[in-house]
T-cell receptor, first 115, second 114 residues
Framework: DTGVSQNPRHKITKRGQNVTFRCDPI?????LYWYRQTLGQGPEFLTY????????KSRLLSDRFSAERPKGSFSTLEIQRTEQGDSAMYLC?????????????FGPGTRLLVL | KQEVTQIPAALSVPEGENLVLNCSFT??????LQWFRQDPGKGLTSLLL?????REQTSGRLNASLDKSSGRSTLYIAASQPGDSATYLC?????????????FGKGTHLIIQP
């Protein structure tokens, strides 16, 4: 257990529905990342927050994807109008900005299945 | 754009053997290099982080090296055990400001035979 938690752990939804995932980082960590991982691939970076500011979102897969971190603590990732191609594991990671020693700690992930 | 390649894609060895996993990257302006372990259906566990100014890091039976000039990193596992069976991922970090996240390889699926 890295200290990063994600909920729910599994989500099954029908195509066209909206889904929201939550990530609770390690409490003192100021950076939070979202990644997507499909079967047989490494995680793919989606977006990044430093405190409550979303500093990178151009890598979100489409405008159906959005993320928030309203108070600089937990974060949510929302997918609107889900498609079957959205089926994947969504991973959250957090870190404490410390220059070259920055280590990202990952949560257990939320596995999404879109029917 | 950074690309990370891991060789081999899969490896099966008897218990007790020493082994090397390879990782190569295309952009030598790498900030740090992190090795992770992933068990089936689970999240990632950080194993070692090597700063761009370092050549290697060690933790227990694991040793990771980094050669920026050749764009390569290796993970050495000594005296392998069945509990080491997992997928091992390497990832390059950039800029230090987090803006690019980590760029991952596809991983090496390792099986240690009892």
């Amino acid at each position: 257990d890295t200290g990063v938690s994600q909920n729910p752990r599994h989500k099954i939804t029908k195509r066209g529905q909206n889904v929201t995932f939550r990530c609770d980082p390690i409490s003192e960590h100021n950076r939070l990342y979202w990644y997507r991982q499909t079967l047989g691939q490494g995680p793919e970076f989606l977006t990044y927050f430093q405190n409550e500011a979303q500093l990178e979102k151009s890598r979100l897969l489409s405008d159906r994807f959005s993320a928030e971190r309203p108070k600089g603590s937990f974060s949510t990732l929302e997918i609107q109008r889900t498609e079957q191609g959205d089926s994947a594991m969504y991973l959250c990671a957090s870190s404490l900005a410390s220059g070259l020693q920055e280590t990202q700690y990952f949560g257990p992930g939320t596995r999404l299945l879109v029917l | 754009k950074q690309e990370v390649t891991q060789i081999p894609a899969a490896l099966s060895v008897p218990e007790g053997e020493n082994l090397v996993l390879n990782c190569s990257f295309t952009d030598s302006a790498i900030y740090n290099l992190q090795w992770f372990r992933q068990d089936p259906g689970k999240g990632l566990t950080s194993l070692l982080l090597i700063q761009s100014s370092q050549r290697e890091q060690t933790s227990g039976r694991l040793n990771a090296s980094l050669d920026k000039s050749s764009g390569r990193s290796t993970l050495y596992i000594a005296a392998s055990q069945p509990g080491d069976s997992a997928t091992y991922l390497c990832a390059g970090g950039h800029s230090g400001g987090g803006a690019d996240g980590l760029t991952f390889g596809k991983g090496t699926h390792l099986i240690i035979q009892p």
